[in-house]
């Protein structure tokens, strides 16, 4: 069975997630950041592009210990399991990414896996998905893992691939108070078919005001978040 998939974003009221400058835009305040850490520590795997993965070097972690104790009193590994997605199969193994956190998995195409060769020995299991790199076959290997709930933190090209694919169950969009307005910044999302065009309508299932920031919970399809 494939896991529950929440797309984690925060945007700009005009829909970009960074700017164009060579700083990471901050759109959340410590609030959200909190939040986003509650989302990760409920999450089984969390998931973010390579692009991103080389853009940020995220840890990607549950910064609260409490949260991590309360992992694993439930029977959990301290932390969820780390994916990233290639297709290039360029990825540097110094990235923070690598070195902390439990278990990492990489999901590549055959061409990517035989360019990354052997530089993550040690370090993560690397996944060849086939010729194509199918984002409804990575969901179909977590599943046969045991990953029931997976948090896809980014970037635009894994957003909107999981939405074009309508392999998505649910948004957590935080809106930041800020106007962006470069062309050359990074979107929620890129150009797609996404299933249903502008003719379908997500559900709103919860706004949560978080200081400035407001939080839109979105259910994709027919079915209602699983209980935890």
Known sequence: MRPWVLLSVAASL???IDDASAQRLLLSNSADFDRVDQVRAESDAILIGAQTLRADNPRLLVNSAERRADRVSAGKPEYPVKITVTAS??????LRF???GGDKLVYTSDAGAATLGDRLAGLAEVIALGPELALSALLDDLGERG???LMVEGGTGMHTGFLAADLVDEIRLAIAPILVGDPAAPRFVGPAQFPGGAQRRLRLAGVEQLGDVAVLKYLVGDADEPVR
């Open 14 to 16: 005009d829909g970009y």
């Open 89 to 94: 199969g360029e990825l540097d193994p110094e």
């Open 98 to 100: 690598w070195h902390t």
């Open 147 to 149: 990953i029931h709930r």
